[in-house]
């Protein structure tokens, strides 16, 4: 059997890393068994559901390169389905019409909170047969068995036994024409061959209502693993509600998409002591049932950390669209400046994500826009500081072909020309091409410069100088 797993949002909000860590082991656990990956928006909350919140799962999905095998399903394209299965679970005497008031199902729940019973749906209709009339108040209720219990063996959280006594007869469709939640799931799980639920454990709860409707509709029950929750700082879980951030927010932060997912496969499950993982290498060794049964706490720290990792490791020319985008995003004039690849190599020690490299970056696609008053004074306002720019001046302009190189060598040349170290020339130059005392190193920072930048820059810091 072709080993089926689904990820299920609400379009209520953006996709946070809660959600995305979901999706990613649901993703990686039909990979790693040869299997089927399925999206499905469960949208049939219509108040909070929202097109915009669609759009940014399917961008965050896209983002973190999680795609999918089929779908993504809408559940308010399904509704004629729902209602068929539901009418005939009533047929088949599985379930039945009730029409409680919303008066009387109040009266019913304020009885049993005097009487200090837990509130649960007393059953009236549950044998009464009564027939389908136009009634506003009308509702399918699943009959939940009464005895016995719901037995399952969770990959994550092991054997779960629940006692049909807990369990009252459910509302499966409701009298505005729309399915519930526990309902619409098994109807979709089932007609989607989806043989192992991964879901966060906020559903655990409703696993066994599903069972019993599994069993009523004559279907096998899958494997089921429920993820602990992920929780933010404040030790609360994380949700679009409560503390999360759209995973779009980590791109437009500088985070590199293969680093959160590295970071959020970490986050709940491990590989012995390994920390940094290919996503071949997460595929073959990633197994659900290997997650931890504790919940996690988000820590952007490690995030940071891990995207340097990939900074400073990756091919510079794999980490260019991702750059780019920043440099886009930053307004720059790309074409202008230096190659980005080559930014990659001087500043990926330097910056622990994009969009700091991309900031860093700045005075080699544009003017400086700053200078450090402190810089100027010490090393512009220096004696050597006018005969060393003059002697860099000419040799720079002279490199034949631009390079790391022969920048260095020039540097070299215009030091030994006026009988100083390196640094008398590479100070007073660094200031000059950034404003700033700090950047990676000389050769480096004046060769991405461009020539003509280059040179023009020393030019006016000699005019500078004149002031
Ligand atoms: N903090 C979290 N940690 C782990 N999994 C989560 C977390 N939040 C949601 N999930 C899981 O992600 C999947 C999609 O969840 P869903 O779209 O309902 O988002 P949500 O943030 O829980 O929504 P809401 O803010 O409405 O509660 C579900 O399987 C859910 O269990």
Do not use: K
């Given at each position: 059997m072709t080993v089926r797993t689904r990820f299920a949002p609400s379009p209520t909000g953006y996709l946070h890393i809660g959600g995305a860590r979901t999706a990613l082991y649901c993703w990686l656990e039909s990979r790693h068994r040869g299997g089927e990956f399925i999206l499905r928006i469960e949208d049939t909350d219509r108040e909070r559901s929202t097109d915009a919140a669609v759009q940014a799962i399917l961008d965050g999905m896209r983002w973190l390169d999680?795609?999918?095998?089929?779908?993504?399903?809408?559940q308010t394209l399904r509704m004629e389905r729902y209602r068929q299965v539901a009418e005939d679970l009533v047929r088949a005497g599985k379930a039945y019409y009730a029409y409680e008031t919303k008066e009387e199902l109040e009266a019913m729940r304020s009885q049993q909170m005097a009487a200090n019973v837990k509130p649960r749906y007393n059953g009236a209709y549950r044998d009464r047969a009564e027939p389908l009339r136009d009634d506003p108040n009308r509702v399918i209720r699943f009959k939940n068995p009464t005895a016995g219990s719901v037995v399952f063996n969770d990959k994550v959280k092991g054997r779960i036994e629940w006692s049909n006594e807990e369990l009252d007869d459910l509302v499966i469709f409701r009298s505005d024409g729309f399915p519930t939640y526990n309902f619409a799931v098994v109807v979709d799980d089932i007609d989607m061959k989806i043989t192992d639920v991964i879901r966060g454990d906020d559903h655990v709860n409703n696993t066994p209502r599903q069972i019993n409707i599994y069993n009523a509709l004559g279907a096998a029950a899958p494997a089921f693993a429920h993820l602990p929750m992920i929780l933010g700082p404040d030790g609360q879980k994380l949700s679009k509600r409560h503390g999360a951030v759209s995973v779009m927010q980590y791109r437009d932060d500088g985070f590199l998409p293969h680093a959160v997912l590295n970071y959020l496969v970490r986050l709940g499950w491990s590989h012995g002591d390994q920390e940094i993982f290919s996503r071949r290498e997460m595929i073959d060794l990633f197994?659900?049932?290997?997650?931890?049964?504790s919940a996690a706490r988000f820590d952007v720290e490690k995030l940071s950390w891990l995207n340097q990792q990939y900074l400073k490791n990756d091919d510079p020319a794999e980490l260019v669209p991702h750059f780019l985008w920043h440099l886009d995003a930053a307004g720059y004039d790309v074409a202008s400046g230096p190659a980005p690849a080559d930014v990659i190599v001087a500043l990926r020690d330097r910056a622990r994500t994009l969009k700091e490299m991309a900031e860093k970056a700045a005075v080699w696609y544009g003017p400086i826009r700053e200078w450090d008053d402190a810089a100027v004074a010490k090393h512009l306002k220096s004696a050597t500081a006018v005969p060393a720019l003059k002697a860099v001046h000419a040799r720079l302009a002279a490199v034949a072909e631009w390079n790391v190189e022969n920048v260095h060598k020039a540097i070299e040349a215009a030091a030994a020309a006026i009988g100083e170290g390196m640094g008398k020339v590479a100070q007073p130059l660094r200031v000059a091409m950034?404003?700033?005392?700090?950047?990676?190193s000389i050769d480096h920072t004046v060769f991405l410069a461009g020539q003509s930048r280059a040179v023009a820059r020393v030019e006016e810091a000699l005019k500078r100088i004149g002031e």
């Open positions: 999680l795609g999918h095998d089929e779908g993504p399903y809408y197994d659900v049932a290997d997650v931890n049964v950034t404003g700033t005392q700090v950047s990676p």
